[in-house]
């Protein structure tokens, strides 16, 4: 006779292999992602020098801020609200979803556009085509969110392999112009073929149209997931743009050369949420009693990876660290240290994040995000003013590692609250 514990063995183990599947197109997804950003970042820094690739370095955070804001109000509340629904509630969800990011791109790009006129020079002609290729990047980001809402990371994945095939010719035109604009132009005009070819993956047409119902549907956390993640990108932001005004132009570059480094660990923060949100909600649902767990799993994985690839970077020799960074080189690799345990707080910190996602708790989410924020501007603008760009690189170091623990602190309230009130704030319909 098969008892009930017989019988929900296979059902675990199929389970687990599920996750797992999920996870490793996700992994595939952001290696993809990675490569392709760390691509581009060497590849513009060998051929623009230090000072113009500082200012690139200014439009790529800039599109930062831009992403992070599509983000919130259109594929967070996606990701924590339709994450493993029926089929037609998802299509209906993603034509609205990816038409909100649509129109955010197209009316960000013109603010950007306007905004570069006004600057001119060679920081307003860069913001300047930054605004004309916005919607394209935005379009891309959102169906990879709608993809792995959908447990579908393999067509995620396949969208950013188109991008970066669309990339190599893209960037060889650039490279013979020898422009930031020109770089800038090639990196997002790229992107639009890849959300093209998302529109025909998905049989699906974003609705701008369906924006308004969108944003109103889920004002309750698209608001607050606004502020959250735009306080993160604007803390980059303020911190390089003040940085520039300390040290000067040349310094974020020399950041971003860093930060390169640590590419691969870098584009899996920026786009966790595509797979650590959706699971965790899985999670949630299954077995709450594990989310907990699930979130300490996923962010110290990272933070040790990261730890294990910043240790593997002391070791480069100076020889193949020119050859790949050029001139941007020699500085940059005084920061790998205090980048790297950056980096490694920032993976233990998204870990909590997920689950504050996954509880629908915004209002702890985004706490923990201006605390973060504000650290982060603090840290970085205090180590600037005191230590130039190493200093403003261990101000950073010292905020994330800080705030990684508020983050924990709210996650683990969070989790006790949920247990005493199992009624989920997460709406699937």
Not at 183 to 205: E, H
Not at 305 to 316: D, I, K, N, P, Q
Request: charged fraction near 15%; include cysteine.
């Amino acid at each position: 006779m098969t008892t009930e514990g017989e019988r929900a063995r296979p059902k675990a183990a199929a389970a687990g292999r599920a996750l797992a599947g999920r996870l490793s197109w996700g992994l595939a997804d952001q290696a993809a992602s990675s490569i392709s950003n760390f691509v581009v970042g060497v590849y513009v820094a060998r051929s623009l020098g230090v000072t113009a690739f500082g200012v690139f370095s200014l439009a790529w955070v800039t599109y930062g801020v831009v992403l992070n804001v599509s983000r919130g109000l259109a594929t967070d509340p996606l990701m924590v609200r339709f994450s493993g629904v029926p089929d037609a509630s998802w299509r209906a969800a993603v034509a609205r979803s990816s038409g909100t990011a649509l129109g955010v791109g197209t009316a960000l790009g013109a603010a950007s556009v306007l905004a570069g006129l006004a600057l001119g020079g060679g920081v307003g002609t860069a913001f300047a085509c930054l605004g004309v290729v916005l919607p394209g990047l935005l379009l891309q980001d959102a169906w990879r969110f709608a993809f792995f809402a959908a447990g579908a990371g393999r067509k995620a994945f396949v969208n950013d392999l188109v991008w970066g095939v669309a990339l190599v010719p893209a960037m060889m035109v650039a490279a013979r112009v020898g422009s930031v604009a020109a770089f800038v132009l090639a990196w997002g005009g790229s992107a639009a073929v890849a959300a093209v070819y998302g529109c025909l993956q998905s049989g699906i047409r974003p609705r701008p149209t369906g924006a308004r119902e969108w944003l109103r549907e889920h004002r309750d956390l698209g608001s607050r997931y606004l502020v959250e993640n735009v306080s993160n990108s604007g803390a980059s932001q303020l911190r390089a743009y003040g940085l520039g005004a300390i040290v000067g132009v040349g310094a974020v570059g020399v950041i971003r050369g860093a930060e390169l480094l640590l590419g691969p660990f870098l584009a899996v923060l920026m786009g966790l949420s595509l797979v650590t949100v959706a699971e965790a909600a899985r999670v949630l649902r299954r077995d709450p009693h594990r989310l907990g767990a699930f979130c300490l799993l996923l962010g110290g994985g990272q933070a040790v990876a990261a730890l294990l690839w910043g240790g593997a970077l002391l070791l480069v020799p100076d020889r193949v660290g020119e050859l790949v960074l050029g001139g941007v080189w020699t500085a940059a690799s005084e920061l790998i240290v205090p980048v790297t345990l950056g980096v490694a707080g920032a993976g233990l910190g998204t870990g909590a994040a997920a689950g504050l996602r996954a509880l629908g708790a915004a209002r702890r989410s985004l706490r923990s995000q201006l605390v973060a924020s504000a650290c982060y501007v603090v840290g970085g603008l205090g180590g600037a003013a005191a230590g130039g760009t190493v200093g403003s690189a261990w101000g950073v170091a010292a905020a994330t590692v800080g705030s990684s623990a508020v983050w924990w602190l709210h996650l683990r309230s969070a989790l006790r609250e949920h247990h005493r009130n199992p009624i989920s704030e997460v709406r699937t319909t």
